[in-house]
């Protein structure tokens, strides 16, 4: 049941007829270059008969319902927007429960633009930022505590867990303490759809809602996620549906889809080879690790996500060390700062990989002649918490206007990776 592709099998049998394809997309199964393979023209297919089938019987709905069983959760719904969208469905989902949603301080822009349409007022929970590093620690329950004390009128609560750099909070305790208030707890797991095979996703820690990004860390194509509609407690299917349809495109890419069912199948028909799969990166990960702490002039952060390697170099910004690692050895790492860079280990990394990495660090580390830029403590920019002035959604709004008089902040400033807002519609100018 597990293996099934019931996305595979429509697109099998209708290849299989040879059509005639009188209907969109334009290229008609053609390719128009030389770049892209033929076969995924002839893939990328429109809403034709198979998956034009409503209710249970749609191929999209059977191989979501396969996805979410694997999982253990109520319906897992296929995101091909990225988790982005997913994350937006789910606060307008929260709108049916109110208009204040808890917001750990660190969340990504997209739930500040699921805010803005679903119409929310954010309370926001502060999230301890470590100025030696450069980004978010994990949440503290004391603190999510002192404000459900304080509020009974709150819709939901978001949580970013693992974080960017792979810090991973206490969401067991999270969930009871939001579940004590009868509040629905919605996790960003974007960057760790793989932590339910190291048995420490939000899946099964009370989370109610974990949305996923399935690229990022479990090997599906580009803009590929899913949201996971963990239990009935708060939200049923229809919830979760109209929410998602309201955002979302009328014509998903069903190669997207067939990369997520695919990604699936291989997860589950390797389950007993998937820690393996893991184990098998985690070795030379582990001994590159022990290597890392050997090599003078850098620092390694200590977080809950082994995939995620954060490094922090004492005499050169994180931006300029991922410059000569580009530039002079050809490593294009995940993202860089004032402070440090960010590694993100995937299924290609191996021994050799690891000793190329090393080799590299090292030598940029030792090396006297490269460019160095020490960041300065005013170099680094610290989020800060604002009252808001007006709701998000006003301040969104009066953005449309030409008056540049005006008092608050009408836009979304969060540089992307890693997201997270530096500045709200709403706060005051």
């Keep these: 049941m597990k293996n099934e592709t019931p996305i595979l099998n429509t697109l099998e049998d209708y290849l299989s007829k040879n059509p005639i394809r009188m209907h969109v ?11 892209l393979p033929k076969e995924l023209y002839n893939l990328d297919i429109s809403e034709v008969s198979g998956y034009d089938t409503h209710g249970e019987d749609n191929p999209i709905f059977q191989s979501e319902k396969i996805t979410a069983n694997f999982f253990n959760v109520e319906h ?78 709150i819709a939901g609560c978001v949580i970013v867990s693992p974080t960017y750099e792979g810090v991973i909070s206490d969401v067991e305790l ?111 990960l582990t001994l590159f690790t022990i290597s890392l702490k050997q090599i003078p002039e850098i620092e390694i952060f200590k977080n809950q996500d082994p995939f995620k390697v954060y490094i922090k170099p004492n005499k050169m910004s994180g931006i300029d060390f991922a410059y000569h690692l580009y530039n002079n050895h050809s490593i294009e790492i995940e993202s860089a700062n004032d402070i440090g860079f960010l590694i993100s280990i995937g299924m290609n990394f191996n021994e050799e990989i690891k000793d190329k990495l090393i080799n590299a660090i090292n030598e940029i580390s030792c090396c006297r002649d490269v460019a160095r830029n020490v960041p ?32 608050y902040e009408c836009e979304i400033n969060a540089p992307c990776p890693p997201g997270y807002a530096l500045n709200v519609p709403g706060n005051e100018k």
């Design 376 to 407: 300065t403590e005013k170099s680094i920019i610290k989020p800060q918490i604002n009252n808001l002035k007006l709701s998000p959604r006003e301040a969104f709004m009066l953005g449309f206007q030409k008056n540049k008089n005006i008092e």
């Design 174 to 284: 999270i969930a009871q303490n939001c579940h004590i208030k009868n509040i629905p707890l919605v996790v960003d797991e974007a960057h760790g759809a793989h932590l339910f095979f190291l048995r420490t996703s939000a899946i099964s820690l009370g989370a109610d809602l974990v949305i996923q990004s399935w690229h990022k860390s479990l090997g599906s194509l580009t803009q590929t996620g899913v949201l996971h509609l963990i239990n009935n407690n708060f939200f049923s299917y229809r919830d979760i549906k109209r929410s998602l349809e309201l955002v979302s495109s009328t014509s998903p890419s069903f190669i997207l889809l067939l990369s997520l069912e695919l990604t699936r199948k291989y997860l589950v028909g390797t389950l007993h080879a998937t820690s393996l799969l893991f184990n098998k990166i985690r070795k030379p």
């Design 76 to 153: 897992s719904f296929y995101l091909t927007s990225g988790a982005s969208i997913g994350l937006i469905a789910s606060m307008v989902a929260l709108n049916k429960f109110g208009k204040k949603v808890i917001l750990a301080r660190n969340v990504h822009k997209s739930i500040i633009n699921g805010v803005i349409l679903a119409g929310l007022e954010p309370v926001w929970l502060d999230v301890e930022f470590l100025d030696k590093w450069g980004i978010f620690s994990k949440v503290d329950p004391n603190k999510l505590f002192e404000i459900t004390s304080k509020h009974n009128d």
């Design 25 to 35: 997309p334009f290229h008609g199964g053609v390719s128009n270059n030389d770049i």
